[in-house]
């Protein structure tokens, strides 16, 4: 558990997954810090060099979120990448495969 000490402080984390894993930050920033300051003051661009802020979308918990909105404490910042696959595509061919076993069957 993280405490805020300082007052003039907030708690905030940063979210970000890949197909392979997912991690989230923890990070104290200044209670008027926006979501980039946010972002850069976790380090995660440094671990992640395939996220670019000018073409990845961003949220608060699961809200798209502009780049200088900002931060109360506790916001959970959710960094987005594009889709592999095309959920409603892979949902139309797991079905149209379904229906092709049943007939078989």
Same mark, same amino acid.
């Given at each position: 558990?993280?405490?805020?000490?300082?007052?003039?402080?907030?708690?905030?984390? #940063?979210?970000?997954?890949?197909?392979?894993?997912?991690?989230?930050?923890?990070?104290?920033?200044?209670?008027?810090?926006?979501?980039?300051?946010?972002?850069?003051?976790?380090?995660? &661009?440094?671990?992640?060099?395939?996220?670019?802020?000018?073409?990845?979308? #961003?949220?608060?918990?699961?809200?798209?979120?502009?780049?200088?909105?900002? &931060?109360?404490?506790?916001?959970?910042?959710?960094?987005?990448?594009? &889709?592999?696959?095309?959920?409603?595509?892979?949902?139309?061919?797991?079905?149209?495969?379904?229906?092709?076993?049943?007939?078989?069957?």
């Amino acid at each position: 558990m993280v405490v805020n000490k300082n007052p003039r402080q907030i708690i905030v984390e #940063v979210a970000y997954a890949t197909p392979a894993s997912q991690v989230i930050y923890t990070v104290e920033v200044d209670e008027n810090a926006t979501v980039e300051d946010a972002i850069s003051a976790s380090g995660i &661009l440094d671990e992640y060099p395939e996220i670019d802020l000018s073409i990845n979308k #961003v949220g608060i918990f699961s809200k798209l979120a502009k780049l200088d909105q900002s &931060l109360q404490h506790k916001d959970r910042i959710e960094i987005y990448r594009k &889709l592999i696959a095309d959920p409603k595509a892979v949902r139309k061919q797991r079905a149209a495969e379904g229906k092709k076993m049943k007939k078989g069957t």
